[in-house]
C-alpha cells in the first residue's frame, strides 16, 4: 500500500517552495565539511557563527534571569556588575513568573513599553505598545502578516528582486502571487518607479489583487540604503495604489557611510503628515539577530503596526496565541537592545567599546570586500552601504553558461559550487535572491574575521580569474 | 468619518498629481497609459484600506483557540479593575486556572537545567574560579559538554535547521534509553516548542480542504486551529467519557468511513498521550490497536507526548507510540510516526523558552527533504531551548553531584501535582450535578457539568454556550478562570470545562471552598 504521505501527496505548495540560503550551496558546503574540508559559510547573516563575540552585558542579564537563585547569593557580585544585577531583576519582575512561563502572547507588556520608547527616541513619534507584538525572530513576524494578508492565489505580494528569499518562500508556502519589482543595479539598487508601476499594472491585468509590498531597508542582499526621497515616493506610491508596506528594517542598525543615514519608513510617514500618516498601513520589523549583536540564535523580533484596524489587529493576536507566547528570554534581549546601556551605567563603557569595534570593523569589511571583488576579472560590485553582504555582479562568459545547462544547472549555481570546491567558501548563488534575466550575482557576507578578509579575498580572486581565463574565448573576442 | 477622510484623500490626490505632472516633469511620473490604468485601479478601491478585517486570509478568521480566548480576556478586565478599584469584586484576585503554564503559578524550575542554562548562555562564566563556588560542579561539565557541540561555543549563532547534532545526538540517546529501540538524531527537528512542529506537519499534510485530520474530541484547540489555518477538515473522533475518556477503534473507523464517505481524504491520526484536556494515559492494548488501525488505513500518526512526564496513576506509565509499533515488529516501512515532545510540561514546566521536538519516523527521503526545506525557512528554533530539550531528556544520573537534589525538587513538583489532581477530582464530584474523570496524566481535570433547563436558556437569552455562561459566572463570582468545554469539543448536549490543577497547592483549599460555594448557589440560582 502507498505510503500515508509521500512525495505525491505532500502540500503543492510546500514543494514550489525554496529558499536558496540554506540550499543546495549550502547542503554540499556541509557535505564537504564532513569530509574534512575547511569551508568558509558565508552563506548566511549569521556573524558568532564566524567568531563575532556576543556584547557582554546582555548575556550577563539574561544568565541571571535563567538561574535567579544567583541573586541570592552574597557573592553575586564577584561574577556580574551591579547594573546587569538591577536589569536581571527589572526584567524577572516584567515577567509572569520569570523565564518559564508563557508570556502575554503578544510579549511581555514592559519589554514593549521599552520597543515603543526606543521607537519614540529614534524617531521623534510616539507610537503605543499594545500595536507592538515580539515574535520569535523577525522572520516568524514576517510569516504572521504574509499569512493574515494572503486569501488565495489571486493576492499578489510586491516584492523587490533581489530579495531576501523568507518573502517568495512565504507567499509560495501560503499560497499567494509574487509581483517582483526591480532594484536598479546601476543605480546604486534604488527603486525604479517606471518599472514598479508596470509590475503593478501587469498583475492586475492578469486578475491579481496587489495587497501589500514589500521593501528591505538596508537591502538584503543589495546592502543599499535608500535615500528619504525614495522612501517619500514609496509611501506615496503606496497610498495611491492601495497597498500595505512590509518594512523589513532588520538590518537599521548596519550603516557603512554617512551619506545616508538610516530613517525609518514610520518617521518618513509622519513627516509627510496627512492624509498619508493617518491612511497608509505600514508594518515595520526588527530583531536582535542583526546589527551590532548578531545574536541570531535567540530568536528574538517584533513588528510594529502602524494604521491597522483594531479588528484586523485582534485577529493577529488571535493568531500569535494559538503558539501562545514567543520565547521570553529572546524578548529580554530585545528590551536590552532597544534600551542598551546608557552613559553613566557601570557596564557603559565596556558595551560601548564592544559595539563600535563590531561597527567600525563591519565598515572596513564592507569596504575590503567590495573592493577586492571589484578588482577581480568580469566582477562588478556595488558598495554594501549597509546591511551584512556583498552581492556582486559576475559577467559569466558565454562558454560558462553553457557548462552550466549542459549539467542542468544554473549559471551562477555552477559557479558558485566550483567556487566552493575550489577554495571552500560557500556563498548562495543570485538566482536564489532572483535578478534579471542573463545577469548573475553570488552573495557573500562581510561577517568574516576581519583578519580572514584579505586571504578570503585573495583566494577569490585566484579562482574567478582562473574561471574566466578558462571559459573565455581567447579574452573576449569569439573563435567565429 | 472615513468616507469624509476618503474624499479629501481624493481631492488631494487629484491635486497632487495635476501639480505633479505641470511643475515637476520628474521620471518617475511619465504620463503612461500603465499609470493611468494602475492608479485608476486603486482610486476604485481608495475608500478601503488595504487591509481590513474583511479582506483578511479568511481561515485566520474562521481559527479560534480558546486557551486564551474571550474567558481571559475578561479575567484581565476585572484583574485591572481589582488594581484600579480595589474591592470592586466579591475576591482579591484572579486565579488562572485556564492555561497550562506552572512557573506562572510560582511552580519552581529545575536547578540543575538552570545552572546549565545561565552557563551557556554566558559561557564566560567558565572561565572564572569564582563560578566555582556559585555553580555545581555537573552543571559546570554539562555546560562544557553541550558548548563543545556548539560550533564555535557561539550560542548566539544559528544553528543546523533540525538543531544543533550534538544536542539532537543527547536527545535520540535520551529517547532510546526511554523506550528501548534506537532513534536517529536524523529524524529529529527542534523546534520553538511543539506547537510549531505541529504546524509543520498539517502544513505538509494538507492540501486541500479535501484533506481530512483525525482529531479526539475533546482535543487541544492547537489542533483545530491548526487544521483551519491550512485549510484542512477536522474529522472528530469522539472519547468515551463513560469509560474514562476511552479510544474506540470502533469509533475511529466509524468516523474515517464516514469522512471518506463525503470524499475526505484522512491524511492523519491525532492521538493525544497523556490526554489533553482529558488527562487519560491509554492503556497499551489500546495503543496497539491505534498502531494497527493507522498501519491499515495508511494513516500518519500524529502522536502529541508532551506530557510524557505526568503520570500520577501507578498503575499506568508512558509507551511512546514509536516504542508500541517497534514492539510490534513494525519499522520505517510500516507506518510513519511523528512524535512530538516539549519542555514546557512534564516537571519542568519551562513553557516560556520555547523548547521541544518532533520525531520523525517512516518518511521516504524525498518527503524528509521537504521537511527540513519548510524548517529552514524559519533558519533554526532558539538555542537555548534546544540546550534545554537536551537537558529535559538526558537529566541529572545517579553518582552525579545534582541528583539527588534534582530528584528531590522533581519528585516534589510531580507528587505535588498528583495532590492537587486529587483534591480538586474529589472537589468536583463531590459537586451537584457534576462528574469528574480522574485525572491519570497530564495538568487538567475536564469535569463534566450537568447545566439545569433553567440555566441553558439563560445562557441562550445572553448568546452564550451554556458552559460559557457558567465559567463567566464562576470568574465573577470568584475570580477562578476555567475554559468552557465548547473550545475543546465535546459530546452535542454535553457541558465542561478545563480546570488546571496548577494553583499553588496552598491555595487548592480556598480555591475548591470557593468554588464550591459558587456552585451551590448557581445550582439554587437554575435548579429545575
Redesign the interface.
Known amino acids: 500500500?502507498?505510503?500515508?504521505?509521500?512525495?505525491e501527496?505532500?502540500?503543492?505548495n510546500?514543494?514550489k517552495?525554496?529558499?536558496a540560503?540554506?540550499?543546495e550551496l549550502y547542503l554540499r558546503a556541509s557535505e564537504l565539511q564532513k569530509e574534512g574540508k575547511k569551508i568558509i559559510f558565508t552563506n548566511?547573516g549569521?556573524?558568532?557563527?564566524l567568531?563575532q563575540k556576543?556584547l557582554?552585558f546582555p548575556?550577563?542579564v539574561?544568565?541571571?534571569c535563567?538561574?535567579?537563585?544567583?541573586l541570592d547569593?552574597p557573592?553575586?557580585g564577584?561574577?556580574f556588575p551591579a547594573d546587569a544585577i538591577a536589569r536581571a531583576k527589572h526584567y524577572l519582575q516584567l515577567?509572569?513568573?520569570?523565564?518559564?512561563?508563557?508570556?502575554d502572547?503578544r510579549g511581555i507588556p514592559g519589554v514593549r513599553k521599552e520597543v515603543a520608547e526606543f521607537i519614540e527616541r529614534r524617531d521623534g513619534y510616539p507610537t503605543d505598545p499594545e500595536l507592538i507584538f515580539l515574535t520569535?525572530?523577525a522572520?516568524?513576524g514576517v510569516?504572521q502578516m504574509l499569512?493574515?494578508?494572503?486569501?488565495n492565489e489571486n493576492d499578489g505580494i510586491l516584492v523587490p528582486v533581489p530579495q531576501y528569499p523568507?518573502y517568495s518562500?512565504?507567499i509560495t508556502?501560503?499560497g499567494g502571487s509574487l509581483v517582483p519589482y526591480y532594484l536598479e543595479e546601476e543605480a546604486n539598487w534604488s527603486l525604479?518607479?517606471?518599472n514598479i508601476?508596470?509590475s503593478?499594472?501587469s498583475a492586475?491585468?492578469k486578475g491579481i489583487t496587489v495587497?501589500?509590498m514589500v521593501i528591505i531597508n538596508p537591502g538584503n542582499p543589495t546592502g543599499q540604503c535608500l535615500s528619504e526621497a525614495n522612501i517619500r515616493?514609496l509611501l506615496r506610491f503606496c497610498?495611491?495604489?492601495?497597498?500595505?508596506l512590509l518594512a523589513d528594517e532588520v538590518y537599521q542598525q548596519n550603516i557603512y557611510q554617512d551619506e545616508r543615514p538610516f530613517i525609518s519608513a514610520r518617521k518618513i510617514l509622519f513627516d509627510m503628515g496627512p492624509?498619508l500618516n493617518?491612511?497608509v498601513?505600514l508594518v515595520s520589523f526588527h530583531t536582535v539577530?542583526k546589527g551590532y549583536w548578531?545574536?541570531?540564535?535567540?530568536?528574538g523580533g517584533y513588528f510594529e503596526m502602524t494604521?491597522?484596524?483594531p479588528?484586523?489587529v485582534d485577529?493577529?493576536y488571535?493568531?500569535a496565541?494559538?503558539?501562545?507566547?514567543?520565547?521570553?528570554?529572546?524578548q529580554i534581549f530585545m528590551g536590552l537592545m532597544v534600551n542598551p546601556p546608557k552613559p553613566g551605567d557601570i557596564s557603559y563603557f565596556k558595551f560601548e567599546q564592544e559595539s563600535k569595534a563590531i561597527m567600525e570593523s563591519l565598515r572596513k569589511r564592507a569596504h575590503i570586500m567590495t573592493d577586492g571583488f571589484n578588482s577581480c576579472r568580469n566582477v562588478v560590485c556595488n558598495f554594501t552601504e549597509g546591511a551584512m553582504y556583498s552581492f556582486p555582479q559576475i559577467r559569466l562568459p558565454a562558454r560558462a553558461i553553457e557548462a552550466a545547462k549542459s549539467a542542468g544547472k544554473a549559471p551562477d549555481v555552477l559557479y558558485c559550487l566550483k567556487l566552493l570546491e575550489a577554495t571552500g567558501i560557500s556563498t548562495v548563488p543570485g538566482s536564489g535572491f532572483g535578478q534579471k534575466e542573463g545577469v548573475f550575482h553570488l552573495r557573500t557576507t562581510i561577517l568574516p574575521a576581519e583578519e580572514d578578509m584579505p586571504a578570503i579575498m585573495e583566494s577569490f580572486k585566484k579562482f574567478n580569474d582562473a574561471f574566466m581565463e578558462e571559459y573565455e574565448d581567447y579574452r573576449g573576442y569569439s573563435r567565429m | 468619518m472615513r468616507r469624509f477622510v476618503a474624499e479629501k484623500a481624493k481631492r488631494a490626490l487629484s491635486s497632487y498629481l495635476l501639480s505633479s505632472s505641470r511643475s515637476h516633469p520628474s521620471p518617475s511620473l511619465t504620463s503612461s497609459p500603465l499609470k493611468f490604468y494602475s492608479t485608476a485601479a486603486a482610486m476604485a478601491s481608495k475608500l478601503n484600506p488595504p487591509v481590513t478585517v474583511d479582506t483578511l486570509n479568511p481561515k485566520v478568521l474562521k481559527c479560534e483557540y480558546a486557551v486564551r480566548g474571550e474567558i481571559v480576556t475578561h479575567a484581565q478586565r476585572l484583574q485591572e479593575e481589582l488594581q484600579t478599584q480595589p474591592g470592586s469584586h466579591p475576591f482579591d484576585e484572579i486565579l488562572y486556572c485556564n492555561i497550562g503554564n506552572p512557573q506562572s503559578l510560582a511552580q519552581q524550575p529545575i536547578t540543575f537545567f538552570r545552572e546549565v542554562l545561565a552557563l551557556t548562555d554566558h559561557p564566560a562564566l567558565l572561565d572564572k574560579s569564582e563560578s566555582a563556588a556559585l555553580f555545581s560542579s555537573d552543571s559546570i561539565e554539562r555546560a562544557w559538554q553541550i558548548l563543545d557541540v556548539i560550533p564555535g561555543r557561539a550560542t548566539g549563532a544559528y544553528s543546523h535547521s533540525q538543531g544543533v547534532k550534538g544536542l539532537r545526538d543527547a536527545i535520540a540517546a535520551g529517547i532510546a534509553a526511554r523506550d528501548g529501540f534506537p532513534s536517529n538524531p536524523d529524524d529529529i527537528f527542534l523546534t520553538d516548542g511543539a506547537s510549531p512542529a505541529v504546524h509543520m506537519m498539517m502544513q505538509l499534510l494538507i492540501r486541500t480542504e479535501n484533506d481530512g485530520i483525525l482529531c479526539p474530541i475533546p482535543q487541544y484547540p492547537l489542533y483545530s486551529a491548526s487544521i483551519a489555518l491550512h485549510g484542512g477538515s477536522l474529522v472528530p473522533y469522539y472519547l468515551d467519557e463513560g469509560t474514562g475518556w476511552g479510544l474506540e477503534i470502533s469509533e475511529l473507523k466509524k468516523q474515517l468511513e464516514e469522512a471518506r464517505s463525503k470524499g475526505i481524504t484522512v491524511r492523519a491520526l491525532v492521538v493525544i498521550n497523556p490526554g489533553n484536556p482529558t488527562g487519560q494515559v491509554l492503556a497499551e492494548e489500546n495503543q496497539r490497536q491505534i498502531v494497527e488501525f493507522c498501519k491499515k488505513e495508511g494513516l500518519v500518526l500524529l502522536a502529541d507526548e508532551v506530557y510524557q512526564e505526568n503520570i500520577y496513576v501507578d498503575d499506568k506509565s508512558f509507551n511512546s507510540f514509536k516504542k508500541i509499533a517497534r514492539s510490534m515488529g513494525y519499522g520505517e516501512d510500516d507506518l510513519a510516526v511523528v512524535s512530538f515532545q516539549s519542555v514546557s510540561k512534564g516537571y519542568y514546566g519551562e513553557c516560556g523558552k520555547r523548547g521541544g521536538y518532533m520525531e520523525i519516523t517512516g518518511f521516504s527521503a524525498d518527503v524528509r527533504e521537504q521537511i527540513y526545506k519548510v524548517a529552514s525557512v524559519n533558519l533554526c528554533s532558539n538555542i537555548s531551548g534546544q540546550i534545554l530539550a537536551s537537558l529535559v531528556m538526558n537529566p541529572p544520573k545517579v553518582g552525579d553531584e545534582s541528583y539527588e537534589s534534582y530528584m528531590a525538587e522533581k519528585d516534589g513538583i510531580l507528587q505535588s501535582l498528583a495532590r492537587r489532581a486529587q483534591a480538586l477530582e474529589e472537589a468536583f464530584n463531590s459537586m451537584e450535578g457534576v462528574t469528574c474523570n480522574k485525572a491519570e496524566g497530564a495538568m487538567y481535570l475536564f469535569p463534566r457539568i450537568h447545566l439545569p433547563q433553567k440555566a441553558i436558556d439563560a445562557a441562550k437569552a445572553v448568546n452564550k454556550a451554556p458552559d460559557a455562561f457558567y465559567a463567566q459566572r464562576l470568574l465573577e463570582a470568584t475570580g477562578i478562570v476555567v475554559v468552557p468545554g465548547s473550545g475543546f469539543g465535546q459530546v452535542p448536549g454535553t457541558w465542561h470545562f478545563r480546570c488546571t490543577i496548577l494553583p499553588q497547592e496552598d491555595k487548592i483549599p480556598g480555591i475548591i471552598s470557593h468554588f464550591k460555594a459558587f456552585h451551590e448557589s448557581f445550582m439554587s440560582e437554575y435548579r429545575d
Open positions: 500500500m502507498a505510503k500515508a504521505l509521500d512525495y501527496s505532500l502540500n503543492e510546500v514543494k517552495t525554496a529558499y540560503v540554506r540550499g548566511v549569521n556573524p558568532h557563527a567568531g556576543p557582554t548575556r550577563q539574561v544568565a541571571l535563567q538561574a535567579p537563585f544567583l547569593d557573592n553575586v564577584l561574577l515577567t509572569s513568573g520569570g523565564l518559564g512561563a508563557y508570556s502572547s520569535d525572530g522572520s516568524k510569516m499569512n493574515a494578508i494572503i486569501r523568507l518562500a512565504a508556502l501560503y525604479d518607479f517606471n508601476r508596470q503593478i499594472a492586475r491585468s495587497r501589500a515616493e497610498f495611491l495604489e492601495n497597498l500595505v492624509p493617518k491612511e498601513q539577530s548578531g545574536e541570531c540564535g535567540q530568536r494604521n491597522l484596524s479588528k484586523t485577529e493577529i488571535k493568531v496565541s494559538i503558539s501562545l507566547s514567543p520565547n521570553v528570554p529572546g
